[in-house]
Every structure is written in structure tokens, then in C-alpha cells.
């Protein structure tokens, strides 16, 4: 890491091991973090006798983070919640990574479903397989208080600015961004984490925004670097994250469902968190491709390749041809590799008919959107 007096990325980045300490510190101390732990933690005391929660979250937060003295012992003591979260998921399940030199550093692109379980599953799988763990991208519009950018930073999250509207200072945190990523690549320190889109495929139609590519490669010496010697160098993988079901479906089904009038709530995305690492999500699958390379990439050649290599390695499970079905008022099944999920027909059946009528279609849609992708690619355009 450069350093601190001339750290060119010291308000995004993660903390580094020397700054552990000064923020274990913050954390012990932080009102509002034990007011937090005390109302998800100690729901009954904290409702009865506030006080005396906070007081036994403090003591525990202090005996938590006694040993954490870097980043790494920060990682290991938070990753048996992941792995209790991975042992209660039907299947977890990956290929591709053999491709892929744990001695290098990659910049993984992926759809992006949920927010905090997509780069969480990645971070799992790529750590089991002997690499080091991720340098992870996060939008800093989810992070309303100093004591959770704080505890992102030290999981080895890195922040993307997006709540600027000056173009000047937006271009500029776009290129201290872009060449932070770049950095982390080119001087081999660790892979990096990115999705193709800024926020959720809501719809389930994933797509690479071009602005994301395009920013990549706002790092580069115009004078003396072509875009597609940038793009080469950052060794892009693509990621296709497929589940069988989405926890949030419903909380994205109603935002679709009101199209423009949708306003994010000021908790929306603390609930889609917790839902998107509690809830049901059956069987789950990462497909990792080949680095992206050649001498003639731009922003348009990578950002199709990307898509194609989600299309293709999405997981499509039997719901994806249910939901299909049940939109196109049809009992045909498209010559399309289904797999066997972990809940029947009348199951699913019964989930979309218990959100609102209005809601159901946007959440069968959200199902059925990737098997549309993959027949649109045969040639076979369907209405609904």
C-alpha cells in the first residue's frame, strides 16, 4: 500500500493492517453500532432494558475484536457466519476457477442479484480454492453511518462514490477508482470484485453497463496506452452467479411493480441484506470464464463477452421454465438444459401466489428473463 501521506486512494480503499487497530478501537466505542447489536442481537432485553443490552453488546463487541489485530484476523472471525449461511444453501456449487492461477490477481465482473451475497459467495469459493480473498467494489450510498463503512473497509471493501452530480468531481472519483482497480491488478495485490452494473438486476435481465467497462479504463496514458491495452492488462474473468430462488423477490417484484413511482425506502437495502443472506435460496452455482484478452478489445467487444459468458453458464433451474410457462400460458418445454432445483411446481406455484396479483407478474418475469435470453440467442422470440 502507498504510503499514507501520499495515498492517492486513502478515502476509498481498504484499511490496511496498520490501520486495524485505530479502527477496532472506533468500533468498541461507537454508540450507535452497540445500539445496533443490541436491537438485532438482544431484541427482547433491549426492548425491556436498553441499558443493560448495550452494556453486554459492548462487553462482547470488546471480547470480539480483541485478537483482531489485522485484516486477515478481522476475515477469519467473521467467516463462520458466511459458512453457516452457505450450510444451510441446498447445493453450492462452481466451475471454472482451475482455469484461473491463484497467484495472480483478477478482476472478477459479475451479474449481480444480490448485494451482499453475490462478492460474499465469490469471496468463499475463491478462498477455499487457495486464493487470497477479494478486494470488494460497494456503492457508499449503502453506507448511511461511519461505523459500517468502517466495518465494509475492514472486510477489505473498497467504495464507489456515487452520490456526486458535479461532473468535474465525478469524473475525478471515477478515474481515482478506475486506477485504484488497476493498481490492485497490475502490482499483484489481490483480485478485485466488481458487478457488470451499478445496483441489482432487479428484472433479471443481466446486462453489462457500458459505463462500467468504460470507466475501467479511465486509468490509462492517453499518450501512450490504447483502450484495449488497459482492458488486456486488467485480466477481466466474467461471473455468472446463478440461484435457484431469490429471497428478495418480492421486495423487487413490488419496485417493479410501480414502475416510476418507486421510491428506495431509507431501510430498503438493510432489509434486503438481511433478507438476501437469511432467506431461501436453494441451489446456487458460480460459473467462472476465461480472462478476457486480445489486441483489439474496446469497451463494446468486452462488455459482450461478458454477457455472453452469463447467458450461457446461468444456471437455468426448473422454476425458469415454470415461471416461463405460467407467463406464456404454454405447456411447452424449449430444448434448453433445465436443472432439478429443490422445491416442486406446486411450491413454486404457491410462492408467486402469495405476493399481491399485481406483483406476480414482474416476479415470474424475473424467473423467466434469463431462459428468454438464452432462446432469444437461438433465434426464438417469444412475447410476454
Known amino acids: 500500500m502507498p504510503s499514507l501521506d501520499a495515498d492517492p486512494f486513502a478515502d476509498i ?18 454508540p ?14 433491549n426492548r425491556w432494558l436498553p441499558g443493560l443490552a448495550r452494556f453486554a453488546v459492548r462487553r462482547w463487541l470488546y471480547w470480539a475484536l480483541s485478537g483482531v489485530r ?6 477469519i472471525l467473521v467467516k463462520p457466519q458466511l459458512e453457516r449461511v452457505i450450510a444451510s444453501t441446498a447445493s453450492f456449487t462452481f466451475d471454472g476457477l482451475e482455469r484461473l492461477s491463484a497467484d495472480e490477481s483478477w478482476l472478477f465482473i459479475s451479474n449481480h442479484r444480490d448485494i451482499s451475497m453475490d462478492p460474499a459467495l465469490t469471496n468463499l469459493v475463491i478462498h477455499a480454492s487457495g486464493h487470497r480473498t477479494l478486494a470488494i467494489a460497494i456503492g457508499d450510498n449503502l453506507i448511511k453511518r461511519a461505523w459500517v463503512a468502517d466495518l465494509m473497509r475492514l472486510n477489505k471493501c473498497f467504495l464507489v462514490r456515487r452520490n456526486i452530480t458535479a461532473p468535474r468531481e465525478l469524473m475525478a472519483a471515477s478515474k481515482q477508482l478506475a486506477s485504484f482497480m488497476r493498481w490492485m491488478i497490475s502490482e499483484n495485490r489481490g483480485p478485485v470484485w466488481i458487478a457488470q452494473r451499478e445496483g441489482r438486476a432487479k428484472d433479471g435481465i443481466d446486462a453489462t453497463e457500458p459505463a462500467v467497462i468504460k470507466m475501467l479504463t479511465l486509468s490509462r496514458d492517453r ?30 417484484a413490488a419496485a417493479l411493480a410501480l414502475g416510476d413511482a418507486y421510491t428506495k425506502g431509507d431501510d430498503e437495502d438493510v432489509l434486503s441484506i438481511g433478507l438476501g443472506i437469511s432467506g431461501q435460496k436453494g ?7 476465461p480472462p478476457i484478452s486480445g489486441d483489439d478489445l474496446d469497451v463494446e467487444s468486452v462488455a459482450a463477452v461478458i454477457d455472453l459468458h452469463i447467458r450461457n453458464r446461468y444456471r437455468l433451474y426448473e422454476n425458469a421454465l415454470w415461471a416461463w410457462q405460467m407467463l406464456e400460458g404454454t405447456t411447452d418445454v424449449p430444448p434448453v438444459e433445465f436443472y432439478q432445483g429443490t422445491i416442486t411446481r406446486s411450491e413454486f406455484e404457491g410462492r408467486i401466489r402469495a405476493l399481491p396479483e399485481e406483483h406476480r407478474p414482474y416476479a415470474l418475469a424475473m424467473y423467466a428473463n434469463p431462459l428468454r435470453a438464452v432462446l432469444a440467442d437461438q433465434g426464438i422470440h417469444l412475447a410476454g
Open 283 to 289: 441451489r446456487v452455482h458460480l460459473s467462472f470464464g
Open 13 to 30: 480503499r481498504p484499511y490496511s493492517d496498520d490501520e486495524v487497530p485505530a479502527v477496532v478501537a472506533r468500533l468498541r466505542n461507537d
Open 32 to 45: 450507535e453500532l452497540a445500539d445496533a447489536l443490541a436491537r438485532l442481537k438482544l431484541k427482547g432485553l
Open 70 to 75: 489485522t485484516v486477515d484476523d478481522f476475515q
Open 223 to 252: 499518450g501512450a496506452e490504447s483502450v484495449a491495452e488497459v482492458l488486456s492488462s486488467l485480466k477481466i474473468v466474467p461471473l455468472a452467479i446463478s440461484y435457484e430462488l431469490d429471497p428478495c423477490d418480492g421486495l423487487k
